[in-house]
C-alpha cells in the first residue's frame, strides 16, 4: 500500500487493518515529514561519537550563553528554571511500582500473546511500561501484534476480557502459595488500577514494516508514537486516564527538542491540547546526564519524570570513553547504583527533578530496574529478595518516587517498601542546587576499584550469546544466567533485556582491547593476579562458552536453536568483541539478522554493516527483508 508519505510493506495494512486504521495512517503521513530531520540527528550524533573517539576528548557541559539546538532556550535558562514544564497528573502522581515488559508474545496465538497485557494490568502495579523497545521482540510483525493487545486490552475487548479472567485466578493461586494470599480481589475493578504507559523505540532505530515516499526506512519513534496514541488516545481519556509514553536513549537536548516538535505536531493534529501527552525520559545515555535541565526545558509541558535505568547507562559510558586506554569497567555486578560514576549519576536525575520551574512545579525521579524474579530455591529467592527490597529501601531513601520491576511476580514483594512510608511521591524534596564543575564532570565517569575476573568474563559472555539467541527467537526479554549456573536453583534467572546484553559485550570489547588486569588468580585458566586480558584467552573463553550452551538442555537452551540462532548469536558477539574498534550498537548486527537462521548470510551482513561503518561512518537500520 502506497500513500502520499508511507509504504506499508506486503500485505501488513490489511492484516493489521485494527492498528494500520485511516486515522493512524493519516498521522503517520503527518508527521513522516520528521523522518528526514530524525536521520539527519543520527547522522550527528553518530558524527560526534566518532569525532571524540578520534580527538580522544571527553564529554563536557554545554556553553550557558548557548541556546539549545533546535529551540530559542538559553542553556542558562533552563538550568535556572526558567521555563514552562507539567503539572503531574493525578494517575501519575503515585507510582511507587511501575512494571514493564511487552505486551505480545513471539508465534503465539492472540488469547496466548494478550495475556502478557492481563498479567501487566492485574499485577497491582501503580503504572505497567508497556515496552515497545528493548523488550519487545521485533521478529516477524511481533511490533503491531503488541499495538494490537494494547489497543484490545486498553479498550477492554471480550478476547481481552476473558483472558484477564483465567489469569486472575492463576495470579491468585501463585500469590496464595507464596505471598500467603490472594493478591486481586476483583479482577474486573482491578484492570483500571494500573496506569498504562508505553516506551516508542529510541531514535536510532528504523520501524521494520513502513518506509517514506522516498523508500527510507520509517524512524521507528515515529511509528510508534503515531500507532500508539492515536489508536488509544480517545479510550484513555474516555476512563479518565493520561496518555503516557516512556521515551528512550535520547542523548542530548537537541534530540529531546526534536521528541517536542513531534509530539506537539501528533497532538496539533488529533485535535489535542499541547502538553496532553506526558513523558517520562530515561536517562540511559551518558550525554544526557550532562544536559539534564536542558532536556527537561524543551520537553516543556509534556515532561513529567526521569528514571534512572542502569544497564544502558554503564553502556553508554563504556562507549563514551571507548577511547581511553585508563577507562576499564569492572565485572558487571559491582556497576551498582552506588558505584563511582553511577552514583553521581543518580544524584545529578534526582536533583535536577526537583528545580523548580518558572511556576514552580518540580518533576517525578522514579528509579531503576529490578530484574529479579521469584523461581528458585527457597535460600536462592530468600537472598535474592532481601537483596531486592535492600536496593528499593536505598532509592526511596534517597529521593526515589517509586521504582521498576521486570517481572508481575516482584510488584507486591517490592510495593510495600513505598507503601509503608505512605508518601505519593517525593517530588520537591530539598536536595542541592545543579553546579557545572570540572569536579562534576569527572564525577560522571569515575572508576572505584573493583573485581575483574575470569568468572566475571564467563558470565559476561555466556548471558550475551544467549541474549543474542533469545532475541533471534523473539524473546527480547528473557529470563537467563551465567551456563555455570544452569541447575544451580540457589542462583536466579534474571530478566534481561536489550541493555543488558549489550552492556556485557561493551566490557569485554573494554577488557581485551584495552588490556584489563585481572584482580584474582584463576587455576582452570592459569591466569594470575595482575596478568592482562588477552585475545587469546578471550578466543578460549568463547570457545568454551559456547559449548556449554550447545551441551545445555531444553530448558536453558532451545535444542532447536543450536542449529539455527545460536551459531549466529555466537558469531555477532565474536565479532564485536574483537572487532578494531567499537561498534555503536550490538541491536545493529542483532536487528539486520531477524528472521535469518543462514549463518553464511548472517557473516555477509555483519561484513557489509562493518564495512559501512568504517569506510563512511554510516549504520545500517533498515530491514533488509523489506525490499521496494
Known amino acids: 500500500m502506497k500513500s502520499d508519505s508511507i509504504i506499508i510493506r506486503d500485505n501488513l495494512k490489511e492484516e493489521y487493518k485494527d492498528i494500520y486504521t485511516n486515522d493512524a495512517v493519516s498521522a503517520l503521513n503527518a508527521l513522516a515529514r520528521f523522518n528526514k530531520e530524525v536521520k539527519n540527528m543520527m547522522s550527528e550524533r553518530i558524527k560526534l561519537r566518532n569525532d571524540r573517539h578520534k580527538n580522544k576528548s571527553r564529554i563536557t557541559f554545554l556553553d550557558p550563553e548557548s541556546t539549545i539546538a533546535g529551540t530559542n532556550i538559553k542553556v542558562k535558562d533552563a538550568r535556572e528554571g526558567r521555563f514552562e514544564g507539567s503539572v503531574i497528573p493525578p494517575d501519575l502522581q503515585r507510582q511507587w511500582i511501575q512494571g514493564t515488559g511487552p505486551a505480545s508474545k513471539p508465534n ?184 539534564l535541565m536542558e532536556i527537561r526545558a524543551v520537553l516543556g509541558k509534556h515532561f513529567v519524570g526521569y528514571n534512572t535505568g542502569r544497564w544502558d547507562y554503564i553502556n ?44 514552580g512545579n518540580c518533576a517525578i525521579w522514579q528509579g531503576g530496574m529490578e530484574p529479579n524474579i521469584p523461581v528458585g530455591s527457597a535460600e536462592g529467592v530468600a537472598a535474592s529478595m532481601k537483596k531486592a527490597l535492600t536496593g528499593a529501601e536505598r532509592e526511596q531513601r534517597e529521593g526515589a518516587s517509586g521504582k521498576w520491576v521486570a517481572h508481575w511476580k516482584m510488584v507486591n514483594i517490592v510495593r510495600p517498601v513505598w507503601e509503608k512510608v505512605g508518601e505519593a511521591n517525593q517530588v520537591g524534596r530539598k536536595f542541592p542546587a545543579l553546579s557545572y564543575t570540572q569536579a562534576d564532570a569527572d564525577g560522571l565517569i569515575l572508576l572505584e576499584p573493583a ?38 536453583d540457589d542462583i536466579l534467572y534474571l530478566m534481561e533485556d536489550m541493555a543488558t546484553g549489550e552492556i556485557r559485550l561493551s566490557i569485554v570489547w573494554e577488557w581485551v582491547h584495552k588490556g584489563a588486569a585481572f584482580t584474582e588468580g584463576d587455576a582452570e585458566t592459569g591466569v594470575k593476579v595482575g596478568d592482562t586480558f588477552s585475545f587469546e584467552l578471550l578466543k578460549r573463553l568463547i570457545d568454551e562458552e559456547y559449548t556449554k550452551l550447545l551441551k545445555a538442555d531444553n530448558k536453558d537452551v532451545y535444542d532447536a536453536s543450536k542449529t539455527t540462532t545460536l551459531p549466529i548469536a555466537r558469531e555477532i558477539a565474536e565479532i564485536y568483541v574483537f572487532n578494531e574498534f567499537k561498534i555503536p550498537w550490538y541491536i545493529d548486527l542483532l536487528n539486520i539478522n531477524l528472521n535469518n537462521e543462514n549463518l553464511e548470510e548472517a557473516k555477509k551482513r555483519i561484513a557489509d554493516y562493518i564495512q559501512a561503518f568504517k569506510t563512511e561512518g554510516k549504520r545500517i537500520t533498515e530491514n533488509p527483508d523489506f525490499k521496494l
Open 451 to 488: 573485581p575483574i575476573t575470569i568468572r566475571g568474563a564467563r558470565n559476561l559472555l555466556s548471558v550475551a550469546i544467549q541474549y543474542g539467541n533469545a532475541f533471534a527467537q523473539g524473546m527480547q526479554a528473557a529470563a537467563l544466567k551465567a551456563a555455570d549456573d544452569f541447575g544451580n
Open 316 to 359: 553508554s559510558v563504556s562507549d563514551a570513553m571507548a577511547w581511553d586506554k585508563t577507562f576499564i569497567n569492572p565485572n558487571i555486578e559491582s556497576v551498582t547504583m552506588t558505584y563511582g560514576y553511577m552514583r553521581n549519576y543518580e544524584d545529578r536525575v534526582r536533583r535536577t527533578v526537583n528545580t523548580p520551574d518558572i511556576n
Open 108 to 291: 503465539a496465538s492472540l488469547e496466548s500473546s494478550i495475556r502478557n497485557a492481563a498479567y501487566a494490568l492485574l499485577s497491582g502495579a501503580d503504572g505497567w511500561m508497556f515496552d515497545g523497545e528493548d523488550a519487545l521482540g521485533q521478529i516477524d510483525s511481533m511490533s503491531l501484534d503488541n499495538q494490537r493487545n494494547l489497543k484490545l486490552a486498553i479498550s477492554k475487548d471480550p478476547v481481552f476480557l476473558k483472558v484477564a479472567e483465567q489469569v486472575a485466578g492463576e495470579m491468585n493461586r501463585w500469590a496464595e502459595g507464596f505471598l500467603g494470599y490472594p493478591t486481586i480481589k476483583d479482577w474486573k475493578s482491578q484492570l483500571d488500577f494500573t496506569t498504562k504507559i508505553f516506551r516508542c523505540r529510541g531514535l536510532h532505530l528504523d520501524d521494520r514494516h513502513i518506509r517514506d515516499a522516498d523508500g527510507v526506512a520509517l524512524a521507528a519513534s515515529i511509528a510508534d508514537l503515531c500507532l500508539y496514541v492515536v489508536n488509544n488516545h480517545k479510550q484513555l481519556r474516555a476512563a479518565g486516564s493520561s496518555i503516557v509514553l516512556y521515551i528512550p536513549k535520547v542523548q542530548r537536548a537537541a534530540e529531546a527538542a526534536l521528541w517536542n516538535r513531534m509530539l506537539t505536531a501528533l497532538e496539533e493534529h488529533l485535535g489535542l491540547e499541547i502538553g496532553t501527552i506526558k513523558v517520562y525520559l530515561l536517562v540511559e545515555q551518558l550525554e544526557a546526564t550532562y544536559q
